[in-house]
């Protein structure tokens, strides 16, 4: 059973950058046609698709986060992870990390895990 | 304001059906077949419902189904069960990227 694990600190200052790691567990990240997604819910809220990459190819990136958000594949550990740079109160969110097709439709989803930016 | 439209709640009997739209665009709902739906219940991640516009993961009930029509899709809950009650998210892809609804809270009366 596939199973996906997003790892992280759970605080971060305002201006700072938030770094997450998703680790797969049960399946390849290497499996052909499928990508891996961010996707994070304010408290309270709906969720928001953050970016979604192919372990072979490039990420593909909300627009109104593209210019913070970068997500990579690290595939000698089977992880994939986020980066999303400067910060604010707005970026309190769970983040979800999940397993999608090529159409962002994601059938496997992470625990999700709360980040906090507060200083 | 999210990119797709749907009613903020709904609420029906149990046994009951009930159906929740998710209106997008000629570019998103109305271009593409890959419209999927999510149930969400309190603190617990999204799951799959409905993917391309009708199908069922295995193991989703076929008291759920998906539909569209021109640029709104619709989930179609029949014989409601009190275990129904949830959040549900639609979401469609739109040229790259990937748009959600803003979520419609279903209540089991």
């Known amino acids: 059973q596939l199973q996906l694990q997003a790892s992280g600190p759970g605080l971060v200052k305002p201006s700072e950058t938030l770094s997450l790691t998703c680790t797969v567990s049960?399946?390849?990240?290497?499996?052909?046609?499928?990508?891996w997604g961010w996707i994070r819910q304010p408290p309270g809220k709906g969720l928001e698709w953050i970016g979604s990459i192919y372990y072979s190819g490039s990420p593909y990136y909300n627009p109104s986060l593209k210019s913070r958000v970068t997500i990579s594949v690290d595939t000698s550990k089977n992880q994939f992870s986020l980066k999303l740079t400067s910060v604010t109160a707005a970026d309190t969110a769970v983040y979800y990390c999940?397993?999608?097709?090529?159409?962002?439709?994601?059938?496997?989803w992470g625990q999700g895990t709360l980040v906090t930016v507060s200083s | 304001q999210s990119a797709l439209a749907q009613p903020a709640s709904v609420s029906e009997s149990p046994g009951q059906s009930i159906t929740i739209s998710c209106t997008g665009t000629s570019s998103d709902v109305g271009y593409y077949n890959s419209v999927s739906w999510y149930q969400q219940h309190p603190g617990k991640a999204p799951k799959l419902m409905i993917y391309?516009?009708?199908n069922r993961p295995s193991g989703v009930s076929n008291r759920f189904s998906g539909s569209k029509s021109g640029n709104t899709a619709s989930l179609t809950i029949s014989g409601l069960q009190a275990e129904d009650e949830a959040d549900y998210y639609c979401?469609?892809?739109?040229?790259?990227?990937?748009?959600f609804g803003g979520g419609t809270k279903l209540t089991v009366l």
């Open positions: 049960g399946g390849s990240i290497t499996s052909n046609n499928y990508y």
């Open positions: 979401s469609s892809y739109r040229s790259s990227t990937t748009l």
């Open positions: 391309d516009v009708s």
């Open positions: 999940a397993r999608g097709d090529g159409y962002s439709q994601f059938d496997y």
